[in-house]
């Protein structure tokens, strides 16, 4: 091969691997947008939400100002909101927020991100304007308004302060759809014991409420640091039930904190400490049906938590909720079992009893 072919063979070569990269950044700058766009839509939807049920009211309408904001499509809608005193420009606005357009405006993501946020303040009453410089910090100011219009909660808000500077990436997001999708399993599960919480008669049959396991949270508490779990356990204790922790399972699934590993790892510490407290009434009461050395190996795995990669805590869950829903079907047999003979037994007795009243016309 004389020296010129190698040349442009090389050349050749050069020029392929130039338009690969190319290719390659392209399609991982689009990507990244996509994923940005997913994450956008998780964090205003639940406020959109909000904002659909109520009906504003026209002198919110009035308070609205097109030149307060530069892109067109937020100009129009909110002339068309003013005008006809309605809803359905947001709507409207929304859903191509949510169909991906303007994946390459910014502008449009950070504007309607402004307009949602000012909708939530003047319905919240809140006329003093913040905006702050970066977009995670108006998400998360808007978190602490969407709670307070939620929940009558300003706990959020508190929480922002420390949490200002997190920048999201698209791996924070697709680590937070993974940790969902394995956490479905035990957060249905503990969904389970706390609808059971609501039905007295049923909780004492299963033995699997959550008040008797509550107790011995209280202690524990201070052991995490992060201030949105503390919250979680102090209101749990408090309101004796498991809907702070399903709360909090919520939140995740509005990929708030996303950027937060210390939330993902004590929101698995605090599953794993109300599957202890479980256990250990479990342990104490039924103690023939529990395998001694697996209840142990769980309560080790919850001291150290701390040291477990991301999968390995989400397989330990899953062990646990396995564990923990096994128990559960052992005591519900158990009770039908017995149930199965008390109930003929009951039947027998009312009838004798009858019996006896009508022989005598008592009744």
Not at 212 to 237: A, G
Request: charged share 25%.
């Amino acid at each position: 091969m004389s020296k010129i072919h190698l040349f442009l063979l090389l050349l050749y070569v050069s020029m392929l691997m130039i338009c690969e990269c190319q290719n390659h950044l392209h399609i991982n700058s689009r990507t990244n947008l996509i994923y940005q766009r997913f994450y956008l839509v998780k964090r205003l939807q639940h406020s959109i939400d909000l904002l659909h049920n109520y009906e504003m009211q026209h002198d919110i309408m009035e308070q609205l100002d097109p030149s307060f904001f530069c892109h067109i499509e937020l100009q129009q809608a909110i002339t068309e909101m003013k005008n006809n005193k309605s809803f359905v420009p947001l709507h409207n606005l929304w859903q191509k927020f949510n169909a991906y357009q303007y994946l390459y405006d910014p502008v449009f993501e950070d504007e309607c991100i402004k307009l949602i946020c000012l909708l939530c303040m003047l319905k919240e009453s809140i006329y003093e304007i913040r905006f702050y410089s970066s977009r995670e910090q108006r998400l998360l100011f808007l978190d602490a308004i969407t709670d307070a219009l939620d929940y009558g909660s300003n706990s959020n808000r508190t929480y922002m302060k420390n949490q200002m500077l997190l920048e999201v990436t698209i791996d924070h997001v697709a680590k937070r759809y993974f940790v969902i999708k394995r956490l479905h399993k035990a957060m249905q599960f503990l969904t389970l014991v706390h609808e059971y919480d609501k039905r007295p008669f049923e909780r004492r049959i299963t033995r699997t409420g959550s008040v008797d396991y509550i107790e011995d949270i209280q202690d524990e508490i201070e052991q995490f640091s992060h201030v949105r779990i503390k919250e979680c356990l102090t209101d749990l204790c408090q309101k004796k039930n498991l809907e702070p922790i399903l709360q909090v399972y919520t939140e995740c699934k509005r990929y708030r904190y996303v950027a937060d590993d210390d939330f993902l790892k004590e929101t698995f510490r605090s599953i794993f400490l109300v599957y202890k407290s479980m256990l250990l009434k479990n342990l104490a009461e039924q103690t023939e049906q529990v395998v001694l050395s697996e209840v142990q190996e769980i309560l080790e795995v919850y001291e150290n938590l701390d040291r477990f990669s991301l999968d390995d805590a989400l397989e330990a869950i899953d062990i646990a909720t396995d564990r923990l829903i096994a128990i559960q079907n052992m005591q519900v047999t158990d009770q039908q079992n017995k149930l199965t003979w008390l109930l003929p037994g009951a039947i027998l007795s009312g009838f004798l009893v009858m019996t006896t009243l009508n022989h005598f016309n008592i009744v």
